[in-house]
């Protein structure tokens, strides 16, 4: 829900022209460094990356607290950038990869925390093994874990829904624009082969 209401407050903005199709940032704006994406993990999970096997890659320690701070930025250029859309002083379609952007970010801190739990587990049922923790330490961290993967695969449906939702605005763009004679039958194309990649099978 939280994304569908990011990406309709993106729709608020007004009908979709072809200059607008542009990025346009005000006067001596200096463009916000971009957070680092997610993949080799999820670079381009529109469409065609297996979000799945993904989530079940292991991750560095570290990339826990980089994950983090990937997050946050990420959601502050989202709030940004969807300011700047409202103001006309940004093109919809950024504003629009923005929010892409902080859903994979969330996606990534999610999938790293539950990495990170998955491994003290395991040192701690060693440490079990070896009769150094009780073995309510141990159950303690399995349930921690379940939290963490829930929390990743929660975080990976709400990514999903987001590009599913983006692709869909992306296609009606793409159709307005057409009917305006700005776009091209190829983007039409491309956009109306993402979202199909993005839909679940049918029978």
Known sequence: MRFRLLVLLLL????????NELPQRGKGEAPEPEPKLFLRDLADVLPDTDFEKALAARVPAVDVRRAQTELERAERKQQ??????KAGVLAKAEAEAAVLQAARARAKFERARAAE??????????????GQITPDAVAAAESALKSAQAMAAEAAEGLHRTE??????????QRRLLAAGAGSKN??????VSLQK????TK
């Open 12 to 19: 608020a903005c007004g009908p979709a022209a072809a200059q």
């Open 80 to 85: 940004r950038w969807q300011q700047l859309a």
């Open 117 to 130: 739990q998955e491994r003290e587990l395991e040192a701690l049922r060693q440490r079990g093994a070896a």
């Open 164 to 173: 599913l939702l983006l692709a869909q605005v992306n296609l009606d763009r």
């Open 187 to 192: 983007q039409l194309r491309r956009a109306e």
């Open 198 to 201: 993005l839909q679940p099978a």
